[in-house]
């Protein structure tokens, strides 16, 4: 019997979407968030609770001298070992460079440790000398990280959580501080036991640190790629170096790079020499909000795709530069007044003069650290990979830790004039400002080149299908 139309069923055709239309999955650990918790863990630990020993004025020392000669040393190997850094942890990969750099904060501690209970200067000279080579590779690291990993629209936020996560470190040593040097209400140095948990705290860095996925595993959510371009030698690498740092941009923004952190050496002296225990332990505490405050003002700014990239960039910076001029002439005002007293005033929490005095170091603080995350975001904006970002970034704190090493030489002497660094903060802010500003207009559009996981897949399949064809073939 003849069979009918209507048994007839056409075959059904099973359609395979190619694996490159899909980003494929991942893990969790390799994610961005993942790899940022990180690098703030280690931030948290090393540089943070070395940031709390700062935030009570001269390492907890009842005199500045000393500490700010040692902070010199830190500052000035960091300096060096830094620009390297940026090409050395290209070679040997950032988790490495990153747990290199976690090692020497402990011994800067221990250091200081030993100053206060013997003052043994030779120890804390040593554990200043690790430190800073240490934390070249640190920094050259951990900037690489929290801009390179993230997407570029993403960056800013990322460098606020990482500000706050930075800043996290003080807070929780100024608290410790606060509960242990509260009823301390004269000036002198703080108690031993604090260094002994903020020594602790510090060891966990170097643990943290190996957590930390090679860039080539990291996935974004966009579905980009990190890029990663190493030159073909080493001496090819440090020659990548050296051309950036010759390059006319980069020359421009020496001057910024320079003067970003130089305000630090004298907020310690200005702490130690009118502030008693207790409220420099308050002020290492309550301080570090407003650098969290002002981060994430910058990062709202700054990542907001709708506002055209070089209106960002120009808005944030006149807003910073404005509060850091303020701060200084109000800071001359305020010298003037303590030169010309009787004998140099020493504030208590919250008693008379405490606002105005402390103010300052509140607002060097909020503008300080808005100025870091805008020139992390602004060289970022120019880096074409990862590789490059580490070169730019290992300059940017090398130049940034030249600053420093002259800030604290200068408050090493006891009888320094602070009229000379107050003139030289403010007079370098206004330098940099025209070039920072040339800068600025010619950026138009983030630099970095666009590879996404998509576009890879593809290109692995094509060339396994055209293995196949030519193996068929043959």
Known sequence: ??????DYTEPIEEVVEPAASHPPKH?????VPFQIAVACGVSFTAPGMWDALGGLGAGGAAEPYAVSAANALVYGLFSVVCVAAGAINN????PYGLALGAIGYPLYGAGLYTNNVSATTWFMLFGSALCGVSAGFFWAAEAA???????PKDRAFYLAVWQTAKAAGPIVGGAINLGLNAQRSTAGSVGSATYIV???????????????SPASRVWRRDGTLVVVRKEASWRAEFRAVGRLLASRRVLLLLPAFFISYFYNGFVSTWLTKYFTVRARAFSSFFTNFAGIFSSFLVAALLDRQRIHIRTRGRVAFVAIVAVLIGTWIWASVLQKRFYDAPAPPVFDWFKGGFGSAYALVFFWTFAGQAFQQFLYWLVGQYATDLSSLSHHTGILRGVEALGQTVAWAMQSEGNANHFVSIGLNFGITVLCIPFTWIVLSELDHTHEVKVTEIEVAAEESAHTKQKEDTAASV
């Open 1 to 6: 019997m003849a069979s009918s139309t209507s």
């Open 27 to 31: 893990s969790i650990f390799r994610s």
């Open 145 to 151: 990280i929290i801009i390179g990993y993230p997407s």
């Open 198 to 212: 903020f020594i602790a705290i510090m060891c966990l860095g170097l643990p943290i640190a190996l957590c930390l």
């Open 91 to 94: 070679r040997i990969g950032l």
